[in-house]
């Protein structure tokens, strides 16, 4: 059985698991503990950097001074891992107290959506966390992998068989989720403890006065994405199963799936069965987006899902950028030079730096730094499955960035970021380092770009 429990040994777990993450919680939660943290690190340093002096020294000499470090080093991380559970059983006293409260607020994103975010106390953080890890741990929950759903489409669509093609997407997703069943299907789960269910249903409680609806859970919390998937699993097990159909994806609510109808079958059925299917959620699909295709040898089409224009030519899958991804990449680039030509006069050299780390950061690809598991992004990373043809939309974005840069009056600026291309950044997978500070600097100019 599963432990669900808000006990200091689970947030120890999450702890971990963030620390590993390159999420360093010591600095945003406990400045006390950072500071142990970061004499813990010194005398690692210290540590190490006193085995080359091995030459310089006596033998006995040497042991000494290492074994006293050694133990410096030893009631220092015993010291941080005291003040760690000293901490962690304090969270945890609040998290069982039954007047705790998970405070919610509205942020503004720019998309003509709210989103919301939790409060930052280390006691909503610490448990938000562990009810999305039962949850994750007791369904096996988890969104669907957006390299993966493109692979599979470009392999069914390379055979030349008849089939039909059904794209389309959820009319306002995470605020149209019908709280009341959401919380009856809660409710009525006994795999969930009694604090995992009363945690969910504060958030839920804080979501509905703050957005003054009766439905909709609160888009840009974590535990959304969590309850989303457990709301949705009917439908997609309902589609799945549903006799033709060989192929079904969802990414949050943007859904694909392809069907071969039988002999004597009609492939508007597939259509109404997913309509009510839908309907049995309390949710829309949106008529607008919905797109019908029929795959056949001698038809050729294209559609565009999960920021790719997928185009089939019997049987020939070629995929290239969405319209709407280059649209994204060419507003980046028009709001990274309308930056520097506002910010210039206050400081021209930190603005040009400023410019031209953007443009690298877009066209190239970076390894995000102070992060354990290496992960890297850039315009190869974001876009790996973009073949030979597709790189056509590589060259549209470079003439874009071509075109803002010839009106620049500095030729030094100009000659500089003639250097940059996303195709080369792209089939080069060229890479650039940029510090903590002026990775936030960068995407700071794009933060309500979507």
Request: with cysteine.
């Amino acid at each position: 059985m599963l432990d669900q429990s808000f006990s200091p040994k689970n947030f120890r777990k999450i702890f971990d698991i963030e620390n590993r993450k390159g999420n360093y919680l010591e600095k945003r939660f406990f400045p006390e503990l950072l500071e142990i943290t970061q004499e813990v690190q010194r005398k690692k340093n210290e540590y190490e950097n006193h085995k080359s002096k091995k030459n310089e020294l006596t033998a006995e000499e040497y042991i000494e001074d290492l074994e006293a470090l050694g133990e410096e080093l030893r009631q220092l991380k015993e010291q941080r891992e005291a003040k760690i559970g000293e901490e962690l059983e304090k969270i945890s006293d609040e998290a069982l107290h039954s007047d705790l409260d998970i405070k919610i607020k509205e942020i503004d994103i720019g998309m003509g959506k709210a989103a919301y975010t939790i409060e930052d106390k280390a006691v909503s953080y610490f448990t938000l966390r562990q009810v999305q890890y039962n949850i994750r741990r007791i369904y096996k929950v988890k969104q669907s992998n957006r390299h993966h759903i493109i692979c599979q489409l470009r392999e069914l669509l390379s055979d030349k068989f008849p089939k039909y093609i059904v794209k389309t997407d959820i009319v306002g997703f995470y605020e149209n989720i019908p709280r009341d069943q959401l919380i009856s299907k809660i409710n009525g789960d006994p795999y969930l403890s009694i604090s995992t269910k009363k945690i969910i249903k504060k958030v839920l409680y804080e979501y509905g006065k703050l957005s003054g609806s009766p439905k909709g859970i609160p888009r840009g919390i974590g535990l959304s994405a969590y309850l989303s998937e457990l709301y949705m699993r009917k439908l997609d097990m309902e589609i799945y199963r549903f006799p033709g159909v060989i192929y079904y994806a969802r990414y949050v609510d943007d859904i694909i799936f392809i069907f071969c109808p039988p002999a004597n079958g009609n492939p508007i059925d597939v259509g109404r069965f997913f309509q009510t299917q839908i309907s049995s959620l309390k949710l829309e699909y949106n008529s607008a987006k919905t797109r019908l295709i029929r795959s056949h040898p001698s038809n050729e089409f294209f559609f565009e899902y999960l920021g790719y224009k997928i185009q089939v030519d019997a049987g020939n899958v070629s995929i290239g950028l969405s319209e709407k991804k280059k649209t994204r990449y060419k507003t980046r680039i028009n709001l990274a030079f309308s930056d520097y030509l506002y910010s210039r006069k206050n400081s021209e050299r930190q603005s040009r730096k400023l410019l031209v780390n953007r443009l690298k950061f877009l066209a190239a690809n970076t390894r995000l730094v102070n992060n354990k598991k290496n992960v890297v992004s850039g315009i190869y990373f974001s876009n790996p499955l973009i073949c030979k043809k597709g790189i056509q939309d590589l060259k549209e974005l470079d003439d874009h960035l071509k075109s803002k840069t010839s009106v620049l009056q500095s030729k030094y600026l100009k000659s500089t970021i003639f250097k940059q291309s996303f195709i080369e950044g792209f089939e080069k997978i060229r890479f650039y380092k940029f510090k903590p500070s002026e990775l936030e600097q960068i995407v700071e100019v794009w933060k309500y770009v979507r």
